[in-house]
């Protein structure tokens, strides 16, 4: 009868896309990504169904998204959310969109994605993936938001969702991510006592991504506990898994962790190698966020071993980077969706807070330019009285001050030179208006006249605040990052000039990063010249790339100049020491009334 029974069912028509997406689901929740992948693709392939389409399109993209490539991903979700409207499917669809966001470092977006995601499962009834998307939304709140209480509330209110019999390994996630919450606040006890309850379900469950997880977190708790090669151990084993996973956004993380006890007990070869394959993968994901880190890290052991150059080269470039990372004011944002109330109570708090300190902050400076001034003033008058000593007439008088005063201009105009290299002439007339502000002030002054100068100093000083924002952001522009050399220079000079054309290598062009940003940097200092010298009507711009050098050329139909005449200067101080950089030779040729060209060659 039994074998009757196993016949009949063996002769039922089976749906093979249907086991090839829950085989996928599996392999993905298991963290064997490349399977995964494959098993989804074949689930794709082969359905006629619109939902067994739809979940295989949104698994596909969750892998691709892990692993670094998002090419598709939007225009995947998109024909998932046509194929299948169901309440369901929005919310994976949602979670995963959640998930793109985050990696493209748009926290405010992912947090709105899971706030609808949670609105989907919370009709649906779906505990397990209420317990998920709240886990997601505490890590997002972890990872950029200072309060950790935020984070562990989301936690919290996950670990209620769950059952310890179905939803294990969700709990133990969770109890990673509330251990990691209270190592950031250096309580050691509430962080090992949550890591003991994630490994005794993680050493029953054997879920090799979760323990690769758990094992990291406990791997930081020994690190803060200065047990460098415990945590060695554990890091070198979490990062073999997510080797054998495929995990690349995970092992950067690890990479970046095991790089730290290796610099302690001065196994600088390998904190080096560990960096190295790190930045590798970040540059692979464009993850700005981790690319900083590397780039600090790096500095820091470059610094270790004495290598100064090399640690400030790196520092200028985890520098660039800091600017595009995540803004704790959209995570304020995305909360006053969720709780108004309590969230605006909160950012007035934190606003007030802010404001008191930026107060202190301003008061501590004017207190200083108070005694600097004051200082001045007092060598002054010193110098004033000593002169006067000598008796002489009131002529020589004003004419030693007249000196002494051109010697003061000389001595400022020498430093704002040297400054000028990178700054140029904004954030130092600001500053400049500040300072003569506080030199009007005597020690005899009124009080409400110390005020009165106090207010003006403090508005200008605001707008240097703003001045100087401006100029970092224009230290390394971001498309120059993510696009190249050639995009970089063809937004320069749209934005820049009325009139120009641009003949360039396209794609054939490769030039290393260094070379890149001081061709950039050349470049606006050309366009500068035409915005405020050349009454230019129009810009021919060529760079090729003939080896063994790179030609970068520059001519405008401008007014021209007498170049016999005008030979030194910042603007050509800078471009000359950059081209001393780049080991590389720069030629400038002016006709008057037939404009400027200036031809820069560099070594590839």
């Not at 007030?352 to 107060?359: D, F, N, S, T």
């Not at 063809?490 to 000039?497: K, N």
């Not at 050309?526 to 810009?539: C, F, G, P, T």
């Not at 030194?568 to 000359?576: E, K, R």
């Amino acid at each position: 009868m039994l074998g009757l029974l196993i016949l009949f069912l063996s002769q039922l028509p089976v749906d093979s896309s249907r086991v090839y997406l829950e085989r996928g689901i599996v392999k993905e929740e298991e963290g064997y990504l490349a399977t995964a992948l494959h098993q989804y693709s074949r689930a794709k392939d082969l359905t006629n169904d619109d939902k067994t389409m739809a979940r295989a399109l949104n698994g596909m993209t969750s892998v691709n998204i892990t692993i670094g490539r998002y090419d598709s991903v939007l225009a995947y979700l998109e024909q998932s959310k046509k194929l299948d409207t169901t309440a369901y499917n929005l919310m994976k669809n949602l979670q995963v969109e959640a998930k793109y966001w985050q990696t493209q470092n748009q926290y405010d977006l992912a947090l709105t994605a899971l706030q609808s995601a949670l609105d989907y499962a919370t009709k649906l009834n779906d505990r397990k993936n209420m317990a998920i998307i709240l886990s997601s939304m505490g890590g997002i709140h972890f990872s950029h938001d200072p309060d950790m209480n935020t984070a562990r509330g989301f936690y919290n209110r996950s670990i209620a969702l769950c059952d310890s019999s179905q939803h294990a390994n969700i709990l133990a996630r969770n109890y990673g991510r509330l251990a990691n919450s209270y190592m950031v606040e250096s309580d050691g006890v509430n962080a090992e006592k949550y890591l003991k309850r994630a490994r005794k379900i993680t050493d029953i469950s054997g879920n090799l991504p979760l323990r690769g997880y758990i094992l990291s977190s406990m791997a930081t708790l020994l690190f803060g506990q200065e047990k460098y090669q415990e945590a060695l151990e554990f890091m070198q084993e979490t990062i073999r898994i997510k080797r054998e996973l495929w995990q690349l956004r995970q092992r950067q993380n690890d990479l970046l962790n095991i790089s730290k006890p290796y610099m302690m007990v001065k196994d600088f070869s390998k904190a080096k190698k560990s960096l190295d394959e790190g930045l590798e993968i970040g540059k692979s994901l464009k993850d700005i966020v981790y690319l900083k880190y590397f780039y600090d890290r790096r500095s820091m052991l470059d610094s270790m071993q004495g290598d100064y150059r090399g640690a400030y080269s790196n520092l200028k470039l985890a520098m660039a980077y800091k600017d595009s990372t995540f803004s704790s004011q959209h995570i304020r944002d995305v909360r006053e969706v969720q709780e108004k109330y309590e969230a605006e109570q909160k950012e007035k708090t934190i606003a007030e807070k802010e404001l008191e300190i930026e107060h202190q902050k301003y008061q501590q400076a004017l207190i200083l330019g108070a005694s600097i001034i004051a200082v001045l003033m007092l060598i002054v008058i010193l110098v004033i009285i000593r002169t006067r000593s000598r008796n002489k007439l009131q002529r020589e008088r004003e004419h030693q001050n007249y000196l002494r005063l051109q010697t003061i201009v000389k001595t400022q105009e020498d430093v704002q030179q040297r400054i000028a290299r990178d700054l140029h002439d904004g954030l130092v007339q600001v500053l400049g208006a500040a300072k003569m502000s506080l030199q009007s002030v005597g020690p005899d002054s009124d009080r409400s006249l110390l005020q009165k100068h106090i207010r003006s100093a403090s508005d200008i000083m605001d707008e240097a605040v703003t001045e100087a924002r401006s100029i970092s952001h224009q230290i390394l522009p971001y498309s120059l990052l993510k696009d190249g050399l050639i995009a970089a220079l063809e937004e320069l000079f749209a934005r820049s000039l009325a009139s120009f054309d641009f003949d360039h290598d396209g794609d054939q062009l490769h030039v290393n990063e260094q070379t890149a940003i001081n061709i950039y940097r050349i470049a606006q200092e050309l366009v500068n010249n035409v915005q405020k010298h050349a009454e230019s009507a129009h810009v021919s711009v060529s760079l090729k790339a003939s080896r063994p050098q790179l030609k970068f050329i520059f001519s405008d139909n401008g007014k021209g100049y007498d170049i016999t005449k005008s030979t030194t200067g910042a603007g050509l101080s800078n471009m000359a020491t950059r081209t001393g950089l780049l080991g590389g030779t720069i030629e400038v040729r002016s006709v008057i009334g037939k404009g400027t060209t200036t031809e820069l060659t560099v070594p590839l």
